[in-house]
């Protein structure tokens, strides 16, 4: 018969497997996104975990305590994160505290590098594992914190190959587990059952609107699409345009933008691959969403605006590149890049009509973009992360 002592331990241990408790901090809406998928494969392996942190609404149905949710946060470039600078630096403070507070027994951290590398320091000191999952693009500006990473984070996943090397030219050792986005996004119709799933005409060119998940990149790009779309309208009779709504956006903001423009804009919430992939091309905010559309093999013009000031800080700090992701994978220009002036409704409709009007080009560019997925690793990205997480609890 067992005795009291061995009994006593394995209670102990199982006391402690279901006490384990993670905070996960994810400040953008991709973030969220790819935290929910890594949430739940942990979950599967440790159904006892307890989550808490910063995220939205993907994080919350998986089951995370959300403290602050992440679209409070959400900025882009430099001179637009000053007016949210005071409530940012609020809620960095307040996740500090919650280091005391609830004292996880690890941190993850996805991408958001200026907040997620002060929360990682703060952890470190008190002790605490931390897991970075998906790096800051370090590869593209502020390659030095590669120096810093190496001293705050226990574990980094990476998901793109090229990471690896960037990492291991500094001397510290990543885990490669493949992009998340290969799992999710999957063409499951046809362009044409895609476009009677979201209601659209299936005999029409179709063309998605993705201005952005942030409000300030669609105040910013909205505007110039809808000038590009009237253009585009008046050169092929019949185009119809169709937005999908970002989780972290309400429909309101897009009907203000829309309402006084003489083009039906139809808006889709709950349904972005479907809406994505019943496209003949796609005109998209630099983001996760050109690498989204991408692996739909979706034809596309990548567009981005800052603030005249965010420009400057950027050609002063940013390698010059490619800044869409489907470019930066192929290491190729495979879709127009327009940034900044040029993000312009007339550029971006020239754009437009050259791929819509020249079936042969536009082929050429779903073939390249067939291609990318193969160079994203094998599928199971968030099993192999949360595998790793697990690993450290």
Request: proline share 4%.
């Amino acid at each position: 018969m067992p005795s009291k002592e061995i009994n006593s331990a394995a209670a102990s241990a199982a006391e402690n497997r279901k006490t384990k408790t993670i905070m996960i901090v994810a400040g953008e809406a991709s973030g969220d996104m790819h935290g929910a998928a890594l949430v739940r494969e942990m979950s599967k392996i440790n159904p006892s975990l307890n989550f808490y942190g910063i995220g939205g609404s993907q994080l919350e149905k998986a089951g995370v305590n959300l403290l602050v949710n992440n679209a409070s946060m959400a900025v882009m470039g430099a001179t637009e994160i000053v007016s949210k600078l005071g409530s940012i630096l609020k809620i960095l403070g307040m996740m500090k505290k919650s280091l005391d507070k609830n004292r996880p027994d690890l941190v993850i951290l996805i991408d958001y590098a200026d907040f997620n590398l002060r929360l990682a320091k703060a952890a470190k000191k008190k002790g605490i594992k931390v897991f970075y999952y998906i790096s800051p693009k370090v590869w593209a500006w502020r390659g030095g914190r590669i120096e810093q990473i190496k001293r705050l984070v226990d574990r980094m996943a990476v998901i793109f190959p090229f990471e690896v090397d960037t990492y291991a030219a500094k001397g510290y050792t990543v885990d490669y587990v493949g992009h998340p986005l290969v799992d999710m996004v999957k063409p499951h119709y046809t362009k044409q059952d895609s476009r009677e799933k979201v209601g659209l005409s299936t005999d029409k060119t179709t063309i998605a609107l993705l201005p952005g998940s942030r409000l300030s990149e669609v105040t910013k790009l909205l505007p110039e699409m809808l000038l590009a779309a009237e253009i585009i309208s008046q050169k092929i009779p019949g185009v119809q345009f169709v937005l999908p709504l970002a989780d972290t956006l309400e429909e309101k903001i897009i009907f203000d933008i829309t309402q006084n423009s003489p083009v039906k804009i139809k808006v889709i919430a709950g349904k972005t691959y479907d809406v994505i992939a019943s496209a003949d091309l796609a005109i998209v905010a630099s983001g996760t969403a050109t690498l989204e559309t991408g692996l739909l093999s979706v034809p596309m013009i990548i567009i981005y605006k800052v603030s005249f000031f965010s420009e400057l800080i950027a050609r002063m700090i940013i390698k010059p590149q490619r800044i869409g992701l489907v470019n930066i994978i192929a290491r190729k220009m495979i879709a127009p890049e327009l940034i900044q002036a040029d993000a312009n409704g007339q550029r971006i409709a020239s754009e437009a009509l050259a791929i819509l009007l020249n079936e042969e080009k536009r082929q050429e560019m779903v073939s390249q973009l067939k291609a990318i997925r193969a160079k994203l690793g094998e599928a199971g990205a968030a099993t192999r992360a949360a595998q790793i997480a697990c690993d450290m609890l």
